[in-house]
């Protein structure tokens, strides 16, 4: 498992999403390594972590999580998780409570309704034709157009740079893992301070899933980031968020 760790003070794991790595949290790291000992990770078959043979389930990826940080001698950890991430850290902190301070999920579900079960089924189709033609399908649902229309050459360097390291079979067994997440009935057990923050404009998992989300975690908080989709590390919610983790997590 590849990670990357820097920083001193209390532990902060930053847990990305479908496709990404840990170079996702640069901005984030870069800021926070100042006030935390900063733990990036590549899940399985995502950046430089290998994928495996076996079959993946989010429990895999937590229990991925909990071998680094045993051989790590790490037992308190604060979570952020990011879409399929969020779905790691909670899947991690329903089964390892007694490691995790706090929680903050950034964009992420709990179980499967059928409108995300549609797009995980888009996301495998796009997939099975090319990661090039995943990252165009992804595009607009993650980020708000005048974003794509500003950054039109970055955004064609990112995908050229990720086409030639892209693991699009780990990115379908990632999907199918998530068809299979379901904690709904697990979640008023999580009793960590809890920050969920959304994207006014997700069309992945709407804001109306967060609010749920809110409801069944106790001692949570609900933070909404206007004319945003579902990558909420844009633009200057990029401070925001280094303020609002800084602030909330002790």
């Known amino acids: 498992m590849n990670y990357k760790i820097e920083g001193a003070g209390d532990v902060l794991v930053l ?25 990036r ?18 429990n895999s990826y937590s229990d991925d999580l909990k071998s680094l940080l045993d051989e790590l001698n790490i037992d308190h950890i604060n979570l952020v998780g990011f879409s399929l ?37 888009e996301f495998k189709n796009a997939l099975n034709m090319g990661f090039e033609e995943f990252f165009d399908f992804m595009l607009p649902l993650v980020l ?44 008023a057990n999580i009793d960590v301070p809890t920050l969920i923050l959304a994207g006014q404009y997700d069309e992945i998992f709407p804001v109306d899933i967060q609010k749920e989300l809110h409801a069944k975690i106790k001692n949570s908080k609900l933070i909404v980031f206007e004319n945003t989709k579902h990558n909420l590390l844009v633009g200057r919610n990029n401070e925001k968020i280094i303020n609002i983790i800084k602030k909330e997590i002790k």
């Open 144 to 187: 708000c157009p005048n974003v794509i229309d500003n950054n039109k050459e970055e955004l064609a360097m990112l995908k050229q740079l990720n086409s030639g390291s892209a693991n699009v079979e780990a990115y379908v067994k990632a999907v199918d893992a998530c068809l299979n997440f379901d904690v709904e009935n697990e979640l």
């Open 85 to 121: 991430g969020g779905a790691v850290a909670l899947d991690f902190t329903i089964r390892y409570s007694q490691f995790v301070d706090s929680l903050t999920l950034m964009s992420t579900f709990f179980k499967v309704d059928e409108h995300s079960a549609n797009l995980f089924g």
């Open 41 to 58: 990770v590549d899940l399985r078959g995502h950046g430089e972590s290998k994928l495996g043979s076996e079959n993946i389930s989010i």
């Open 15 to 39: 847990i990305h999403g479908l496709s990404d790595n840990l170079l996702y949290w640069e901005v984030l790291a870069s800021h926070l390594k100042k006030y935390f000992t900063v733990l």
